[in-house]
């Protein structure tokens, strides 16, 4: 069993439509949580990050921490075309450990 | 504001030639990393440098491989006698020391791809 565990999708939503994308981990040793999008080709880009339970929010993310049920959660609101990239949790410090990624499409 | 940067972006070699990669962290980040990631997966961590000691090494990282970071600023990492299964994408990451209010939240440089013929 992986450490982090990421559907992979594809995923496809149509523009303007509220994307959650979900993790689960295995190790609650380490209290970090991250969330990065990566566009095609180029280096993850962090989004958001979270320390322990509960959520944060940014703009148009939330992320969620479920530490009871060891789920993580991104939530993208009024999806836009520019959001289509594939996302990848992570979970730990210093040496971080990623989910599979998942490749989301948004539709104009 | 610079971010992370890594040369060269790509790299085509042959099997059994070495190659050196170099990352340029982000100014006054005292942690640097190195990730593999391949096609359809996420990056994979290979080790980390706090200042210019070596303080992780993940156990894919083979005698062929070698890291340094001789004075706490750009690092470098050496794959010696190149296989296939070494063509990847080489990421390289930075983070700000601790207290500095960003958790240990990593930067990411755009990687190096890397194709082993």
């Known amino acids: 069993q992986k450490e982090v565990e990421q559907d992979p999708g594809p995923l496809s939503v149509p523009e303007g439509a509220i994307v959650s994308l979900n993790c689960t981990y295995s190790?609650?040793?380490?209290?970090?949580f991250m969330w990065y999008r990566q566009y095609s080709r180029k280096g993850p880009e962090l989004l958001m990050y979270?320390?322990?339970?509960g959520n944060k929010e940014d703009g148009r993310f939330t992320a969620q921490v479920d530490k009871s049920s060891k789920y993580i959660s991104l939530f993208i609101r009024d999806s836009q075309p520019s959001d289509s990239a594939t996302y990848l949790c992570?979970?730990?410090?210093?040496?971080?450990?990623f989910g599979q990624g998942t490749r989301l499409t948004i539709n104009p | 504001d610079t971010g992370v940067s890594q040369n060269p972006r790509h790299k085509i070699t042959k099997r059994g030639q070495n190659v050196t990669f170099r990352c340029d962290p982000i100014?006054?980040?005292?942690?640097l990393y190195w990730y593999r990631q391949t096609l359809g997966q996420g990056p994979e961590f290979l080790t980390y440098?706090?200042?210019?000691?070596?303080?992780?090494k993940s156990r894919l990282l083979s005698d062929r491989f070698s890291a340094e970071r001789p004075k706490g600023s750009f690092s470098t990492l050496e794959i010696q006698r190149t296989e296939q299964g070494d063509s990847a994408m080489y990421l390289c990451?930075?983070?700000?020391?601790?207290?500095?209010?960003?958790?240990?939240?990593?930067?990411f440089g755009p990687g190096t791809r890397l194709t082993v013929l």
């Open positions: 990451a930075s983070s700000p020391p601790d207290g500095s209010g960003g958790g240990d939240t990593q930067y």
């Open positions: 190790n609650s040793a380490f209290q970090y």
């Open positions: 100014s006054e980040h005292n942690r």
């Open positions: 992570a979970q730990g410090a210093q040496k971080l450990v």
């Open positions: 440098f706090q200042n210019e000691a070596q303080l992780e």
């Open positions: 979270t320390y322990s339970s």
